[in-house]
């Protein structure tokens, strides 16, 4: 057994040049200007669009205690009135399906409007 030839090792770090030597690598291309602003816009279309969803969402919900106050409860027996039950358990899951479709559907139409014209350089 004799002596037997290891390669060397190499680092290659870029393609290979015709020399044998190893190129610079690529520079990484910088981001657009104007795709910057299309960010910015998205992010502000975005915090309205959920700002307008909490505000949709909190003006009931919050306004439920003061319907509930509102109601002959307080003065009834240990019976409470079916609108009660009404205005507690099926009213609200509507109108929460309701208001995160929309936000949704908003979002999505958001991103859209936003990245047709920055795909087009």
């Known amino acids: 057994m004799g002596e037997e030839s290891v390669p060397r090792r190499e680092v290659v770090t870029g393609r290979p040049s015709p020399d ?12 657009h200007p104007r795709s910057d602003l ?3 816009q998205l992010m502000q279309r975005q915090l309205r669009a ?3 969803a909490l505000a949709l969402l909190g003006t009931p919900l919050g306004l439920l205690p003061v319907l509930l106050r509102i ?3 307080a003065d009834a027996a240990p019976r409470v009135p079916l609108a009660a039950w ?4 099926v009213a609200p899951y ?3 399906l309701a208001i995160g479709a929309w936000y949704v559907r908003r979002a999505e139409r958001n ?3 936003t990245a047709a014209p920055t795909e087009h350089p």
């Open 71 to 73: 109601l002959p409860l």
């Open 94 to 96: 509507p109108v929460l």
């Open 38 to 40: 299309g960010v910015g």
């Open 111 to 113: 991103e859209t409007d």
């Open 86 to 89: 009404i205005a507690l358990g």
């Open 50 to 52: 959920g700002l307008v």
């Open 20 to 31: 044998g030597g190893t190129t610079a690598p690529r520079p990484v291309p910088l981001p």
